[in-house]
């Protein structure tokens, strides 16, 4: 063997010395994710378990009144939504080590589809506790309408339903908070489409009640609703779909009320639902 191959050979193994050092300190940061991960897991768990707590307590105390739901609302923020942020950015620090697996790329990518539902939940659950401020003014009920169908275009399109407007002319014209209107709108867009995951049909529209009133109309070709549930709907918590809070529709009927109008709601199992939101009806601004 010459001095050169002696070098080589050394060299090789300097390489594999240094190759295996690599190899166990990756298998090193490896093991320390997925024990991070694990944790991570488990506070996710107790985080659910902690918002399904205060689902159940808003239950068994919503007739305590609105000081209640207004301190319950800020313990939610603080004691959720900070551990939340942690685990999200935990999760997405994961993500971009270059050495990660796919396994452990499947679990941060678990846990941050986790914490997204999570935070929705929280969401729901602290819009429907914080007090309503409205901030009435005249609108055109027709450019509401349009800007509603706007935004729900892309996700009808994605199911295969068929959006339909039944606009009112510019004279139709409410008088109400337009933002917490928008809100309860959507809401109830969002349950319609929801009912029709093969595709169907969803007609928005308006009309005149009377000089007072103004109705929008919202009607859906889905399965319908259960006669068995429909004296549950709009109450806080009730929902038949699997991981809701059941808070849409409650959020909407008290936006609603609120403005001294009314949700009503007509249904037939397996032909479809109709909304029906009153409001109170403005003045057309002269031109």
């Known amino acids: 063997m010459t001095l050169s191959d002696t070098r080589s050979l050394a060299q090789l193994h300097q390489e594999v010395a240094q190759l295996t050092r690599e190899r166990a300190a990756l298998l090193q940061t490896v093991s320390e994710r997925e024990r991070e991960t694990a944790a991570l897991k488990e506070h996710l768990r107790r985080l659910e378990k902690n918002v399904t707590g205060v689902k159940n307590e808003l239950e068994r ?23 939340l942020g942690i685990i999200q950015a935990s999760a997405e620090a994961s993500l971009q080590n270059k050495w990660i697996s796919k396994k452990e790329t499947a679990r941060q990518r678990a846990v941050l589809a ?39 275009t892309g996700h009808c399109r994605a199911r295969g339903i068929e959006l339909i407007e039944n606009l009112p002319d510019e004279g139709l014209v409410a008088s109400a908070d337009r933002k917490h209107v928008k809100i309860a709108l959507l809401n109830i867009l969002f349950n319609a489409i929801e009912a029709m995951p093969g595709g169907g049909r969803l007609a928005i529209g308006a009309a005149p009640r009377s000089s007072e009133l103004a109705a929008v109309i919202i009607r859906d070709t889905g399965a319908g ?21 059941g808070l849409g529709l409650a959020i909407a009927k008290r936006i609603i009320r609120a403005h001294q109008g009314e949700l009503r709601i007509e249904s037939i199992q397996g032909q479809g639902t109709a909304v029906e939101l009153t409001l109170p009806a403005g003045v057309a601004e002269k031109t």
């Open 225 to 245: 609703i259960r006669p068995e549930h429909r004296p549950m709907l709009g109450h806080p918590f009730f929902t038949t779909k699997p991981g809701g809070v």
């Open 114 to 152: 986790s914490v997204a539902s999570l935070a929705k939940r929280l969401e729901e659950i602290m819009d429907f506790c914080r007090p309503l401020h409205l901030n009435r003014e005249s609108w055109p009920v027709k450019r509401l309408l349009k800007e509603m169908s706007l935004l729900i």
């Open 61 to 83: 105390q919503q007739s305590d009144g609105n000081e209640f739901i207004h301190e319950l609302a800020l313990n939610i923020a603080h004691q959720v939504r900070n551990p």
